[in-house]
Nanobody, 122 residues
Framework: QVQLVESGGGLVQAGGSLRLSCAAS????????MGWFRQAPGKEREFVAA????????YYADAVKGRFTISRNNAKNVVYLQMNNLEPEDTAVYYC???????????????WGAGTLVTVSS
């Protein structure tokens, strides 16, 4: 059974950094795109970043470009989201996702993690 388990969330001050991890099991990691989405209180889910196994392509939401970096360790079946220069607006539950392609609206994605909370204080 496919499982995605996030970790690394927590409370950080504005300007600080966190690294989220998503461990995948069940055979989904290879050949799949892995992505991160987030949902802030009272807001809709939004795309953050995606990493494609083929060609190493990476995509980012405009709001996080230059501050967040997605990477993956295919040998360990883990995808990371390094978040630097965090802002209070980054406060959200962050979800890991896996699918052959990651649509920015998140619709149709096969696999989701349970989420990890990131809180950025001002």
């Amino acid at each position: 059974q496919v499982q995605l388990v996030e970790s690394g969330g927590g409370l950080v001050q504005a300007g600080g950094s966190l690294r989220l991890s998503c461990a995948a099991s069940g055979g989904v990691f290879n050949y799949y795109a892995m992505g991160w989405f987030r949902q802030a209180p009272g807001k809709e889910r939004e795309f953050v970043a995606a990493s494609y196994w083929s060609g190493g392509r990476q995509y980012y939401a405009d709001a996080v470009k230059g501050r967040f970096t997605i990477s993956r360790n295919n040998a360990k079946n883990v995808v990371y989201l390094q978040m630097n220069n965090l802002e209070p607006e980054d406060t959200a539950v962050y979800y890991c996702a896996a699918h052959p392609n990651i649509p920015v609206d998140g619709n149709g994605i096969n696999y989701w993690g349970a989420g990890t909370l990131v809180t950025v204080s001002s």
